[in-house]
């Protein structure tokens, strides 16, 4: 599936089964779309998998860095071992990242295929879940009756209500294994070079200082971002980001100390 891609295909054939839309073909979905609004969609649709990369990278490589750098007087040691860390950190959460999208789809498919099973086999048995849930809604048997009913005369639309209720994917779409591996990947790499890069152009000593403010930075607008997104206390957010690298460099230093020692 492409960017756009809001189906499941059943394996009773070609038809698609969309969860919380009209679902169009994956081709169709994207015409007239420029390729900048197809990125701009993948972005907002991966916006958490990017802030916890973004996290991931800082916050590992911060650590790393300055582990590192307490045992060595060698900007290029600490550049060396930033920079091998970064890369083999960004590929790992790729690799997890396509893993983890992936079954996660497959076992959205697999649930809904069984549930088509169902309804296909014993129609009459899922009309009666569906007249229980109304009624435990608060529904009174005749309306209850009588939604279930309609929804038995269109076998597509009662396993969107299937799913909903008794799958819970009402508000769930599938991801794109390959788009979210991808945005993980490029923000996981970008927030891992950030503490790292002052160690290519700096003595050891300034590299330090410069690699925590931008570091610190960085984490405070990955903080605020944190919280806007989930709509929690801005500042509070922000500090716990920055706490977190904080406790992450401090092990990292307190480990090159033992190393060296």
């Known amino acids: 599936m492409l960017y756009g891609a809001k189906c499941l295909h059943s394996q009773e054939g070609d038809a698609c089964i969309m969860l919380s839309e009209k679902c169009v073909p994956d081709q169709q ?18 916006i958490g998998d990017i802030v916890f990369g973004m996290e991931d990278g800082t916050v590992s490589i911060f650590g790393l860095v300055f582990g590192v750098a307490s045992s060595t007087t060698s900007s290029s040691v600490v550049l060396l071992a930033g920079a091998t860390g970064a890369i083999s950190a960004a590929v790992s959460m790729m690799a997890g990242t396509f893993l983890d999208v992936e079954s996660t789809n497959d076992q959205a498919k697999a649930q809904l295929a069984q549930e088509q099973r169902e309804i296909d086999t014993n129609l009459e048995g899922e009309k009666q879940e569906v007249r229980n849930r109304l009624r435990n809604a608060g529904f009174n048997d005749q309306d209850a009756a ?6 038995a005369k269109h076998p597509r639309t009662l396993l969107k209500v299937e ?41 050891l000593e300034s590299a330090r200082i410069v690699s925590l403010i931008i570091t610190a930075t960085l984490l405070l607008l990955l903080g605020v971002g944190r919280g806007l997104i989930g709509h929690r206390n801005v500042v509070l957010t922000a500090l716990e980001t920055l706490g977190i690298a904080a406790a992450a460099a401090l092990a990292g230093f307190l480990i090159g100390k033992l190393v060296t020692h």
């Open 146 to 151: 009588t939604i279930a009913d309609a929804l």
């Open 163 to 203: 799913a909903a209720s008794e799958l819970n994917y009402g508000s769930t779409e599938l991801k794109n294994q390959f788009v979210q591996s991808a945005w993980m990947f490029i923000s996981d790499l970008f927030a891992a070079f950030v503490p790292v890069i002052p160690f290519a152009f700096l003595p």
């Open 29 to 46: 979905s994207t015409n007239g779309k420029s390729l900048l609004q197809a990125i701009g969609k993948s972005f907002y649709d991966s």
